[in-house]
């Protein structure tokens, strides 16, 4: 095991008779990265789950691993089995495609683990000739240099630009930025959600919450540090919040009300 991509967290080798025990397994948005698990969501859920029903002893454990493919977490997943878990927590998805794995090793580069990994996993269209890719290149080229000077015009390169490369990913934010900045936030929805569909790393399951906070219904600076991993704010709200109403759901969880009465029940 890699133990250089993972955080320290422990817990009892017994599951205690009031204890109710959760593993979150995932990468380094379960982790928490770039900060720790202290602020990742899985403190926050253990401390509102204590905070909620502090008659059962709640315990939340950290297993993400920094750039973890859904495969790599199988052997912890087998491990963790054995600890008598209550739940786990699986948040994975992102990180499939930053691998060079031509057999399935238990151990692999994940190119996000290098610096400069990332460009290694933008995507062009296929059949891009090295003409159009020069071209491509010398456009993104000009705009940054206009972005500096006039975003107005860096929007008409990246737009000349989409015509050679219409399925990059980062070209596409690029282009969602400008707008962005020129105040244009209806034109920039388009191509932000091009990047996110049209990236490998995109964003399920809790991207409504994440809009409904927004501004202008576009998730950003806020609540997420990039394109999958939330701010502290982000751990402490917006990925808490869909465990709590599943734990509601399953009637684990019961929130008692001023008169000591539930104040939410859920028929099984």
């Known amino acids: ?79 963790v089995l054995g600890y008598e878990p209550d739940l786990i927590i699986l948040y994975t998805g992102h990180n499939e495609f930053l691998e060079d794995r031509p057999e399935l090793e238990s151990e692999v580069d994940a190119m996000l683990e290098y610096r400069g990994g990332l460009e290694q996993y933008h995507h062009h269209r296929d059949g891009l000739t090295p003409e159009e890719l020069k071209r491509w290149k010398a456009l993104v080229a000009e705009a ?14 990246l737009e000349e630009a989409l015509k050679i490369d219409d399925q990059h990913a980062g070209l596409h ?27 490998i790393c995109p964003l399920v399951d809790v991207r409504k919450l994440y809009e409904d ?7 950003g600076g806020y609540l ?30 019961v929130i008692l009300g001023s008169s000591g009465a539930p104040a939410f029940i859920y028929p099984l």
């Open 213 to 219: 906070l927004s501004d202008s219904g576009i998730p």
């Open 173 to 199: 934010y690029l282009a969602a930025k400008c707008y962005d900045a020129l105040g244009r936030s209806d034109q920039a929805r388009r191509p932000y959600l091009n990047a996110k569909e049209l990236d």
């Open 1 to 79: 095991m890699r133990w250089f991509g993972f955080r320290p967290d422990g817990f009892a080798r017994e599951n205690g008779p009031k204890e109710f025990r959760i593993f979150c397994l995932g990468g380094s948005t379960v982790q928490g990265s770039p900060f720790a698990i202290e602020t990742a969501f899985s403190t926050w859920l253990e401390l509102s789950l204590q905070a909620a029903e502090p008659k059962r002893q709640w315990e939340v454990v950290n297993c993400g691993g920094v750039s973890y493919a859904s495969y790599r977490l199988v052997p912890i997943l087998e491990e």
């Open 224 to 253: 997420l540090l990039d394109h999958v991993r939330p701010s502290i704010p982000g751990h402490q709200g917006m990925e808490v919040a869909p465990i709590i109403l599943v734990l509601l759901l399953l009637g684990v969880l």
């Open 144 to 157: 940054a240099e206009y972005q500096s000077t006039s975003m107005y015009q860096a929007t008409i390169v």
